[in-house]
């Protein structure tokens, strides 16, 4: 199996600090995409940035950004000036670059934003 | 999570007993999938679609079953419940192939206890 490792179980960060979550993942395929989710202890899956294996420049979405280093097999989610709200549960996915149907999630990352 | 509705929410089974966790989606949406999350173990991809009539399975099958009749509808069936099926249960859906770019719809969840 293919499969995405999050190596930090839980993290502790102060409001407005920027925070790193990290993400790497195994993969045999040339062409595949990168998800980001946050799960709110309402349990919802909520989006948050895309990369795909293709894509020469790094994504961003808003206060997130991916950090993607390709030979490394890394993804790693940034969160510029964290805020009470961005605590949650943080996954890192991976997916064929063409259609979603099957994703590998990582096992998480619980972010706590301390006031 | 406009537009991938499931059913029930919540739900709590005897061992051996079977039902079906109902996911419908309206957006025309080629592929489905349903994933269960764990504590500590992210999201497993158990049965997925990528059309009506044609399913394939995922990481953790056993003790599922799904069919796709209608592009509409994607139940998984739990056949003889055991305590090892408890979870959260998501359905997930977005359109196929190139189309389908990084945009899956995930529900709301289903909490499954067996007792």
């Known amino acids: 199996a293919q499969k995405i490792t999050q190596t930090q179980p839980g993290m502790f960060v102060q409001e407005k600090e920027a925070v790193t979550l990290d993400c790497t993942y195994d993969?045999?395929?040339?062409?595949?995409?990168l998800f980001w989710y946050k799960q709110p202890s309402s349990g919802e899956m909520i989006f948050l940035i895309y990369?795909?294996?293709?894509?020469?420049q790094n994504a961003t979405e808003g206060r997130y950004s991916l950090n993607f280093q390709k030979a490394r097999k890394s993804a790693n989610l940034v969160i510029s000036a964290s805020q009470l709200g961005d605590s949650a549960m943080y996954f890192c996915?991976?997916?064929?670059?063409?259609?979603?149907?099957?994703?590998?999630f990582g096992t998480g990352t619980r972010l706590t934003i301390i006031p | 999570n406009a537009g991938v509705t499931q059913t029930p929410k919540f739900q709590v089974l005897k061992t051996g007993q079977s039902m079906t966790l109902q996911c419908a989606q309206d957006?025309?949406?080629?592929?489905m999938s349903w994933y269960r999350q764990d504590p500590g173990m992210g999201l497993r991809l158990i049965h997925y679609?990528?059309?009506?009539?044609?399913?394939d399975q995922g990481e953790v099958p056993n003790g599922y079953n799904v069919s796709r009749s209608t592009t509409e509808d994607f139940p998984l069936r739990l056949l003889s419940a055991a305590p090892s099926q408890t979870s959260v249960y998501f359905c997930?859906?977005?359109?196929?192939?190139?189309?389908?770019?990084?945009?899956?719809?995930f529900g709301e969840g289903s909490w499954l206890t067996v007792v």
């Open positions: 957006m025309n949406h080629e592929y």
């Open positions: 996915a991976r997916g064929p670059n063409f259609g979603n149907e099957k994703l590998t």
């Open positions: 997930a859906s977005s359109y196929g192939g190139a189309q389908g770019g990084n945009t899956i719809y």
């Open positions: 993969t045999s395929d040339q062409s595949y995409g």
């Open positions: 679609s990528v059309g009506a009539g044609i399913t």
């Open positions: 990369q795909g294996s293709y894509d020469e």
